[in-house]
């Protein structure tokens, strides 16, 4: 088989021929000017190594891009001069002006979204704000957006560094192979200069494109979701995190947001724990700064994608508190049967799937659902009750230590008098015993479990039951 035509390598042995020519001769000029000589210019034969592999590493460009690659062209002729530290400056700007290059043209919201901490968010719009995004900030984006493989993303890190410590870039003394520039060079050329795009990755520029600007009909889901279930890990974290981004935006057209109500659940399904938390700290975050459309569009997405759990537990915690003093508030007054359904199902939003609630509000929590769930002598709203069965199948040990305060509640305590009251409550105690781990909650459990109508509403007060909590 012929060999694909390349690089005339006969052009190495001259090269280095006239590097060493070169070398005398400047050696001498620095002399002659009672200049420092030696150290300053790498040896010939280190040189030499680096002019023997460029020639095939630089075959490996387009000719349509090789004739754009300033910095390619400064890398070599700096190998070529022996300043090798000037060398790695010069590749690394290579690398650098692509990757800005690269970014511009693919999606430049999507990875500011990706790259951008939320609170410098807003400094970052044009591509010109890409000069002032650091250089460890702008390959770690490039990988979260999947510009770049794990593996060359460590790479090339390690290059940064190398850059930052060893080359021209800072005042240094060390030395560097011709060896290790090559690596690096090929390193650069395969995870940067000559990679692309592609897979995954197209897909979702693709989608972004189409959400911004295009409408999306909900015949067109099905294979939407198809293509989202096939995303890394990673990539979907990222266009989670760009999506919510065009959501949030106040400015955003609502044809933006009505596409993104239809992709919105099925995104959410297939991102991450993490991500998700994310989404919750933006919420947190707009509040924080007083920005309050973003705050209200981000509210308005977690519900949308039944991920308001997924808020801080400060933020979370208002809510929840928000609500039950609604619910309590419903329950007591008149027509509650009909009004207690739809804040029950809202308050549902916001308890997790494991039923962590924050602490500063665990015990309000549990004794409202608990009250509400036992209801009135008059009866129990039916269309809240498996509302509140789901909430109390949710309960853990923080909620069981709570349930049992609820009996010193005198506003639940005086409705266990009552038949109907009584035999609800003792319904709650019969879901909650299989969740009780340790023996003294298993044996406080059983005590109220056992307990008559007529004793239950001053169990409270018996000296063998205040025992038996005190161990707990």
Known sequence: MAKKPGIETALVKPATAAVDKFSEGFRGYLAGLGLPVDGVLVAPDERGKVLANAPDLVDLIEPQHRAEAMYVSKFIAACGAGLFDAALNFIWDEVTVRLRDRVARFDLAYFYDTAVPAPERQDYQTEEDLRSLSDAALIKGALKCGMLTDIGYKHLDYIRE????????????????GFQLVAWFETCLKEVILREP?????????????????????SDIPAIAASLGRLPTGLAAALLRSVVGLYCDPRQDVRVRDNIKLVAPRLWNVSPEPARGEIGLKHSNYAANADVDRKKFAHEFLDLVGGLAYLPDSDLALEIQARITQLEGAHDAWDNFHNEPPIARQLRKYVPENGKIPSQVNDEYVRVVVRCRVGRTSGISRNAAPIYDELIDLFDEPQLRAFVNTLAAPELVTRLTDAGCFSRFQSIVARLQPKAVGQPMQRVLAHIAAAPSAQLPVLWKDSRFQRLIAAL
């Open 162 to 177: 190398m850059r930052n410590w060893a080359s021209a870039a800072h005042p240094n003394h060390a030395s560097l192979t």
């Open 198 to 218: 592609e897979g995954e990755v197209l897909e979702v520029g693709r989608l972004l494109r189409n959400l911004r600007e295009q409408t999306i009909d909900p």
